[in-house]
């Protein structure tokens, strides 16, 4: 294995005023071990602990910003599923008196406790600035592992926080994780069914759509940049594609249908379900609507299709063995294969980023549960148990967790799980039902 050795480099980030990030790590591909491995199953989750930061000028507003950046950190870290949040009670250590950089530290108080990993900050406040410096810690080896600076507006807190542990995951698994991404869905609260969308934990939802009628199905572009869904808002059922940044829409308003909209990985294009033959088909579109060319042919509905990270295949649902299944079309060929097998009615399929596993809703045992199987057709395994009825699973852009929704608690709400279906909790609470989510990327891969 070839030795790496990382020079002290100062990264320049402009995006969100964030003006400054520095990284000091020295470090070999020898002495980098896996702690976490996304594939297994059973995953023994990380003791980590997380205090309080260091504030400089000790003035009440540097504190409370000082407070909720470190309890920020914790709750964004738990939310992956991979850490056991130790319980600050427990620490032998005081943010102010003690030190927060590797000579200063004693190891052997935070290991007495469990805590594998450590995470250490200072904050200062000046003006309408704040200066954050972030930590990783093995606490076994008494080493550091990441270190980082970042400097920036008040406004500007949560994106630090963030930035710094999509560092701390992609030390950890090889991805940035899920911090920068945000997650669709539709909601009822204003009384019609609108497109809204959130922050990855469910921080800050808002409204995307104001259609006053049907809005479904939505879709983001690979880039983040549009978003495709159906609206009834013209009195049928047509595709629309909203360029996010300029707030302009291009109709695809053809005769029948026009629904369940997928953006092509990497490429301005999309497939939808479009009517107008008469026969519900998935076509290939550009993204101004003009059709390239039809991709199903076969008497039946097919609808719902979903890509391959590659954009070599795709999965979708048809009838055409006589109730809803799920099917794979190689792009290039034309050739189908059938899917799914077992029950009579499954449908929402979703291919994960990783490319090997598709997700799908199937009624089992007169319920509607999550399911996820290889693209192959091995390896099936249900998710979700005697919990309501749950349905259009969306997998977040590094492949370990799948949003869903679920009326296990009354309502429809968006809820979120791991890969394998454990640490299942409800994302948001709001006015109205919420269903079909749906991942974008992760912003902080650029």
């Known amino acids: 294995m070839n030795v790496r050795w990382l020079r002290c480099v100062v990264l320049f980030i402009a995006a969100n005023l964030l003006i400054g990030s520095v990284v000091c790590l020295a470090q070999s591909d020898k002495d980098q071990y896996e702690y976490i491995d996304i594939s297994n199953p059973f995953l023994r989750k990380i003791p980590l602990a997380v205090p309080l930061f260091k504030n400089a000028n000790r003035t009440g507003e540097e504190k409370r910003l000082s407070d909720s950046s470190a309890d920020l950190l914790a709750a964004s870290l738990e939310f992956t599923g991979y850490f056991k949040l130790l319980d600050r009670g427990a620490f032998l250590f005081d943010p102010q008196k003690d030190g927060i950089l590797t000579p200063q530290i004693n190891f052997a108080n935070w290991t007495v406790i469990g805590a594998e990993l450590l995470i250490t900050g200072s904050l200062k406040e000046s003006g309408d600035n704040i200066t954050m410096e972030l930590r990783l810690f093995d606490t076994f080896k008494a080493r550091r592992i990441i270190g980082k600076k970042y400097t920036g507006k008040k406004a500007d807190q949560r994106r630090m926080i963030h930035r710094f542990c999509s560092e701390v995951i992609k030390y950890l698994t090889g991805k940035p994780g899920v911090f920068g991404s945000k997650i669709a869905f539709v909601s009822t609260g204003s009384g019609n069914k609108e497109i809204y969308s959130c922050a990855f934990d469910g921080y800050n939802p808002h409204q995307m759509t104001r259609n006053?009628?049907?809005?479904?199905?939505?879709?983001?572009?690979?880039?983040?940049?549009?978003?495709?869904?159906?609206?009834?808002?013209?009195?049928k059922p047509d595709l629309f594609i909203k360029n996010l940044a300029e707030v302009q829409e291009t109709t695809i308003?053809?005769?029948?249908l026009n629904i369940t909209p997928a953006w092509v990985p990497g490429k301005f294009e999309l497939a939808a379900t479009l009517s107008f033959s008469g026969d519900q088909e998935i076509y290939l579109l550009t993204g101004s609507g003009k059709v390239i060319k039809r991709l199903t042919n076969l008497r039946g509905i097919d609808v719902s299709p979903t890509w391959s990270p590659d954009g070599k295949k795709f999965a979708f649902v048809s009838n055409r063995s006589g109730s809803p299944q799920v099917y794979v079309q190689d792009l290039a060929s034309g050739k189908v294969r059938r899917l799914t097998y077992e029950g009579n009615y499954n449908t929402q399929p979703n291919w994960s980023p990783q490319g090997d596993k598709i997700a799908y809703a199937s009624v089992v045992d007169g319920r509607r549960n999550i399911v996820v199987m290889g693209f192959d057709g091995r390896g099936l395994l249900q998710l979700t148990h005697e919990s309501g009825d749950n349905e259009a699973p969306a997998w977040s852009p590094d492949g370990s967790l799948i949003a869903f929704s679920s009326n296990r608690e009354g309502p429809?709400?968006?809820?979120?799980?791991?890969?394998?279906?454990?640490?299942?909790?409800?994302?948001?609470?709001?006015?109205?039902?919420?269903?079909?989510?749906?991942?974008?990327?992760?912003?902080?891969?650029?």
Not at 217 to 231: C, E, N, V
Not at 253 to 256: F, Q, R
Not at 412 to 436: K, P, S
């Open 212 to 235: 006053h009628s049907i809005s479904l199905f939505p879709a983001w572009s690979s880039d983040g940049r549009y978003l495709a869904y159906t609206s009834y808002k013209k009195g």
């Open 253 to 256: 308003n053809k005769k029948g």
């Open 412 to 446: 429809f709400r968006i809820y979120v799980m791991t890969a394998f279906g454990t640490d299942q909790r409800r994302l948001l609470v709001m006015t109205g039902e919420q269903t079909n989510p749906k991942w974008s990327m992760n912003a902080f891969n650029n």
